[in-house]
């Protein structure tokens, strides 16, 4: 499978077979303009504009916005309600984590995930081998906490998000700070704007953070 990041908290994942799905693409009033893209489907962890720019994705996708199962051609996909504050969604209202089952490999997205690690919302997130994770704070989790989730969460692979990169222009912290939280335990990598992962990449042995380019 191919994760390709496409800014702020939008992927483009795509399936060994071709099934692509674009998870939370934004609008440019954030400062920068989503990539042309096209896919099946269209994940929305909450209604928001810098995650439900839905019409910025060509192909005509199916657009899941609610918990539920679904089933894409090769996809498993599991949507699991979260709130996107700390004080049970009265401030900023509700937030859909979306899990995929794609080539064998769990990857879990965590949309503007906002409230604390607890472990009832763990054990519905488990297993994941990679982590689509909010680093930026204020409007989400912040470093420190996003440290709590990937310790509980113990991922093969973690991919930072919504954090402030050039042109962005929301209240966010960048992602250094969340870096620095795994200097000396964890292999950080910078990998351009791609990956492609399979089963081999997923040895278990260590923690990998791999940043990657708009």
Known sequence: MKIRYLGHSSFLLTESTGTA??????????????PEVSADAVTVSHHHYDHDNVSAVKGNPVVLDKENGYELPGVEIKAINSYHDDVGGKKRGDNIIFKFRMDGI????????????TS???????????????????????????????????????????????????????????????????????????????????????????????
């Open 21 to 34: 799905i674009v998870c939370d693409p934004y609008d440019a009033s954030i400062g920068i303009e989503m």
């Open 106 to 117: 769990d990857v879990c997205h965590l949309g503007d995930l906002g409230q604390e690690c």
């Open 120 to 214: 009832e919302l763990i054990e519905a997130i488990l297993p994941v081998n990679v982590l689509l994770i909010p680093v930026g704070g204020n409007y989400t989790i912040d470093a420190a906490m996003a440290r709590e989730y990937v310790d509980r969460i113990m991922p093969e692979i973690v991919i930072p998000m919504h954090y402030r990169t050039k042109g962005v222009n929301l209240d966010i912290d960048k992602v250094d700070e969340f870096v620095s939280l795994f200097e000396g335990e964890c292999d950080i990598e910078e990998c351009g704007n791609e990956v492609e992962l399979t089963r081999e990449d997923l040895d278990g042995e260590k923690t990998r953070i791999l940043i990657l380019e708009r």
